[in-house]
């Protein structure tokens, strides 16, 4: 079998011939994700909109609304789901004279699957980008370095450290040179999702779910009519609700939203991005199976570009078919199992079978051996 | 040094590809590919596939799956398993809406189908590839001449070959099975075991089917057959045509290359009953065949005589004789009858024996030779209990030779083409053990003791069926009993003989381990998960086993040295009148 990481060599013997290496200790180690971290990435996302105040929905005012569930042989609405995955190795440092960059080698990927009527599951789509991380500038042979990954083809990428993107800047962790690959990565994968969901072919009335909030890069570059959401498991748990009952106003945190949100029901839609997004959450189980008031519930983010009311039939019916995915779940092998659709489940494993495992990254990205004896 | 190139053998190398392009024409529908995986990697021994949607496989199907150099490894599917994404039972039922029955998945739990197959064959000649099926690699229902690269049998020439059955496969696929002849007949391995549970007609009904089938490819002119009748009239009529046969089994036999005949030149012994004087009737369930010959065993016909020993009165006495007292009085009585000596010269009759002298005496037991009074009385009393008391009517005082024959007489007379049927179906234990030993004592004698020239008159081939084979040979118990010493002589011998032997049985547990052991082919019927736990089972392959105890009627498990692995077959139902079976 050739090594799949084969388009990465040159660039390390490039690192090697030109510079000084310090290897990881036992070859690449993976950046493992703080648990939270999709949280964080949704408080990034969220931006300023830390206590939505604007009901976007229409004629709905109530708090709380039932929703019927609407399964696929009634209404099959969502059709595509979509997901992506990254992760991260650390192989080592770069060091010339007094200055150095953390080299890292990312897999990012993205899948979109389709269900069709029966219910069985197809990807449509599935793509591997393999990433070199590194910061350019720390070295005077980094163009160099550029270059020979461009060179190695389409499925390779370079990305600058350094580069500003809004989600690596906008967590902590991201400030830090030797953390930031994990969120650069993170990134690119998002990128990588937006792309593939940009380009998708979808008939009228064919739902989208996407895994995850609907960033910045989805409200700008979405033609209008296109239908999707955005479904959030891990949601920014500092959000607050405006509620106004006539002249009475009230603030809620999340919690308190939440803890009167039974099974089966939608909370009132916001507007996120001065209305650009409606986004709701629906209680999709529990909560008296589950440990905690705020498992089971998903925060649906929809894209409203026209910024208008949005119908409050229409987020019953999103609702509805959200509540619907219930059934089946990833129990057992995903700790949001409660908040995670088994649809973007399986999109992301069909991302994950296509990566490489950990065992060949490290037999496959060993640094050239002249370089050892420097 | 280089090596010189051969010319020929280059020219062999260089066919090598084209012959087996030629031969790899996969024709069949794709219905699965090799899976291998970091915890169930493939092996030469075995591999897994998994199948496309929809496509139904079952335990026994064979399969094909592509292999290097566009050969094909072939291999017999032992189970079916389903794999899902669940890693537990609590994921489905939590994912089921916390256990409500009622809820339908919107997105069906990720699931496949997961077949494992136990390697058979490759097709590569002269040697196959046993590399392990690669993962990825199709896998297709292989054919009937694809079942038979499998098995073995394309190797097989035509005049070797034995019809055993038919194969179904899940997709409509049959393919005949042949046995090898020097498998079944020597001089290779011989014998035949077929065991399984009572009630369902299969074991005899199989027996019958491979004996017809020896008959009808091997040549009947050099194989006599001898067949004992255990059950009912079961095989009384067996030279009768058989009524009302089913369309499908006329197919069958001839998809065989079988005629659907009964059996012809058949003989029938009956054995002489309590009323047989006064009736004429033989000793048999409902009516006799409308020709037989009768035979009874009077105590010179037990005994015999220098010149033409008989079975020996040791065979009626099944009781313990730890000290070999039973055994010794035996013997003296033998040597006393058999050589005329003086104080036996006026024992000739049963009631001779059991009430006058030497034994007895105004009716207390004497002293004969060594052994005491006390062991003559008792060896009288078990005697007695088993020639008059318990007794079918088979032992007379004197046996009229125009009325009834010597069973030793008539085996001795078997001859090439000619089946005989003895009956022993009303017999009491002692009885059946007694015709049975006779029987396998003759046989064994006529062959091993022959000479040269005795052994051109002979048959070449003579095949015996005996059914509940465990009562002659059993595992446990006397290991002294002359009937096994002679089962075990024509188990180990026999193939070398041409004495073949066909028996069955409900256990192949309670058989003598060397029987088993010496019969080249096995066929087992359904049989109950805990005899199939048995040593004696250890052939087979766990996984197969579990399916052994939902074999359908006429369903069997064929075990042959030439397959690698037993296979499931069918067979045609029997082509004579099978009375006992015919309503089912």
Known sequence: MPNPLEGLLPALEVMALEGQILPATGQAVEDLMRPDQDEAYDRVRLGDDLLLDTKIEQPNSELYVPVRMIHRKEKHLFRYFLDGSARTFYIGNVVEGDRQSPVHVAQVGAAVVHRDNAGKMHVVRSEHRLVLLMDKDAVSFGDKVERMVHAAGTHYLFVPLKEADPLSDGVEAGKQPRSRAAHKANWQMRKLEHQIARELQRDVGEWLALDGGLGSEYVKDWPEGKEYVGVVKSSYKELKFCVKAGRVRRDLNVYQLLAGLKAGERTLAFGLREGAVATWYVRIRGPEHLEFPLMGVLRVELANPGREAVPSELINEISGALVAERCETPHGKDVRWHAHLYAIFLAEQAVKNGFVSTEVIKAGLRWPVPTMRK | ?584
Not at chain 2, 497 to 510: K, N, P, R, Y
Request: aromatic letters at 6%; one cysteine or more.
């Open chain 2, 1 to 584: 040094m280089p090596e010189e190139s051969n010319p020929k053998i280059d020219a062999l190398v260089a066919e090598v590809p084209q012959a087996a392009e030629a031969r790899h024409k996969p024709t069949g529908t794709v219905i699965g590919k090799a899976s291998a995986t970091e915890r169930e990697p493939n092996s030469s021994e075995r591999f897994c596939f998994w199948l496309a949607p929809g496509v139904v496989v079952n335990p026994f199907d064979i399969v094909e799956a592509e292999q290097m150099e566009t050969t094909r490894t072939f291999g017999l599917v032992t189970n079916i398993r389903q794999i899902t994404d669940a890693p537990s039972h609590l994921s489905n039922y939590i994912s089921n809406d916390f256990g409500s029955v009622e809820s339908v998945p919107q997105t069906p739990r990720q699931g496949v189908n997961v077949a494992e197959v136990s390697v058979l064959a490759n097709d590569r000649e002269p040697r196959g590839i046993y590399m392990p099926v690669q993962s990825e690699a199709q896998v297709r229902f292989a054919d009937e001449a694809g079942i038979h690269i499998a098995l073995g049998i394309d190797k097989m020439a035509e005049k070797e070959r034995i019809p055993a059955g038919v194969i179904e496969m899940s997709n409509g696929t049959t393919a005949r099975v042949y046995l090898h002849r020097d498998y079944v007949l020597g001089p290779e391995g011989a014998h035949v075991n077929i065991c399984g549970i009572s009630g369902l007609a299969t074991k005899t009904s199989y027996a019958m089917f491979l004996i017809q089938s020896i008959l009808q490819t091997v040549g009947e002119a050099d194989i006599a057959v001898v067949i004992l009748n255990v059950k009912q009239n079961d095989l009384l009529v067996v030279d009768k045509p058989a009524r009302g046969m089913r369309p499908e089994d006329h197919e069958l036999w001839e998809r065989l290359g079988l005629k659907p005949k009964p059996f012809q030149n058949v003989r029938y012994l009956l054995p002489w009953g309590k009323d047989t004087q006064t009736t004429g009737l033989p000793n048999c369930f409902g009516e006799p065949p409308d020709q037989f010959q009768l035979y009874a065993y009077s105590l010179v016909d037990v005994v015999g005589n220098r010149a033409k020993p008989g079975p020996g009165v040791n065979l009626l006495i099944r009781v313990p004789d730890p000290w070999d007292t039973l055994g010794a009085l035996v013997g003296e009585i033998q040597q006393g009858i058999m050589n005329d000596e003086p104080r036996w010269k006026s024992v000739r009759t049963w009631n001779d024996l059991l009430n006058g002298p030497p034994l007895m005496e105004k009716g207390i037991a004497q002293k004969v030779g060594e052994v005491g009074a006390s062991s003559v009385g008792r060896f009288v009393r078990v005697l007695r209990r088993v020639v008059r008391n318990r007794q079918s009517g088979v032992f007379v005082e004197q046996r009229n030779p125009r009325k009834a024959a010597n069973l030793g007489d008539e085996i001795r007379a078997i001859k090439g083409g000619q089946t005989t049927v003895v009956d022993i179906a009303k017999l009491t234990d002692e009885e059946r053990a007694l015709v049975f030993g006779h029987i396998i004592q003759e046989i064994y004698g006529m062959y091993a003791e022959a000479t040269i020239d005795e052994r051109a008159d002979l048959p070449k081939k003579v095949i015996l069926f005996v059914d509940e084979l465990n009562k002659y040979a059993p595992r446990r118990g006397d290991s002294q009993s002359p009937i096994l010493e002679y089962v075990l002589d024509i188990a180990a011998r026999g193939r070398s003989l041409g004495v073949v032997l066909i028996a069955a049985e409900q256990f192949m547990s309670e058989v003598h381990p060397q029987v088993v052991g010496n019969c080249s082919t096995k066929v087992i019927g359904r049989s109950d998960s805990s005899e199939l736990s048995d040593d004696a089972y250890r052939f087979i392959l766990k996984d197969v086993k579990a399916h052994l105890t939902r074999l359908d009627k006429g369903e069997l498990l064929l075990s042959h040295p030439i397959y690698r692995q037993p296979v499931k077959i069918k067979f045609p139902r029997p082509a004579y009148q099978a009375i006992g079976h015919e309503s089912t």
